[in-house]
């Protein structure tokens, strides 16, 4: 099972809106609605900001939203801010109880 | 307050092996499946294994078949990983998470470090 392709970095100034991507294949990303978005800080465990494509958890700001087309998830963040900066991953379920993770893109906030 | 903690990390050698144990307190432990996912020293999040609620469907990554196992204790609230043959490449920060209804992990420990080396 091959990791997602994220891009490795991605920057934007306070305000602006950033677009992150998460390439698969049709056995995982464009095969089931099952993406999910975790946010982490550098020495933080990971946090859920997105699932099932465009889902948000309780508490997590309307800032932050899902999207998918065919085998690409997209999480796209409006109005960052400073506290935005973190490494975020995309993950997939891939079938028969498994799970593929992006590799992870560092957002840097101008 | 909803948490899962673990432990048992560990220097061990190449060939060796270990427990990890996640302790869960706040939910129903027996109500949700958990998830092992591992971060290697400044890389990304790999997914490991999954264990049902009840602890009767297991599955690991390929790397990790054959080499580790995963149980549940219900009444004890926790999750256990058992590794062995323990490889270089196995050094990582492993996290326990709660698998939330939309097959994703709401919930994650601070994670237990396993450093294989010789």
């Known amino acids: 099972q091959s990791a997602l392709t994220q891009p490795a970095s991605v920057s934007g100034s306070p305000g602006q809106s950033i677009t992150i991507s998460c390439t698969g294949t049709?056995?995982?990303?464009?095969?089931?609605?099952?993406v999910s978005w975790y946010q982490q800080h550098p020495g933080k465990a990971p946090k859920l900001i997105i699932f099932e494509v465009n889902k948000r958890p309780s508490g997590i700001s309307t800032r932050f939203s899902g999207s998918k087309s065919g085998n690409t998830a997209s999480l796209t963040i409006s109005g960052l801010q400073d506290e935005d900066e973190a490494d975020y991953y995309c993950c997939s379920y891939a079938g028969t109880s498994s799970y593929v993770f992006g590799g992870g893109t560092q957002l840097t906030v101008l | 307050q909803v948490q899962v903690v673990e432990s048992g990390g560990d220097v061990v050698q190449p060939g060796g092996s270990l427990r990890l144990s996640c302790a869960g307190s706040?939910?129903?432990?027996?109500?949700?499946?958990l998830h092992w996912v591992r971060q290697a020293p400044a890389k990304g999040l790999e997914w490991v294994a999954v264990i049902s609620n009840d602890g009767n469907i297991k599955y690991f990554t390929d790397s990790v078949k054959g080499r580790f196992t995963s149980s549940r204790d219900n009444s004890k609230n926790t999750l256990y990983l058992q590794m062995n043959s323990l490889r270089v490449e196995d050094t990582a920060l492993y996290y326990c998470?709660?698998?939330?209804?939309?097959?994703?992990?709401?919930?994650w420990g601070q994670g237990t470090m396993v450093t294989v080396s010789s």
């Open positions: 049709s056995s995982d990303v464009g095969g089931y609605n099952l």
């Open positions: 998470a709660r698998e939330a209804a939309g097959y994703d992990f709401d919930i």
């Open positions: 706040g939910f129903t432990f027996s109500n949700f499946g």
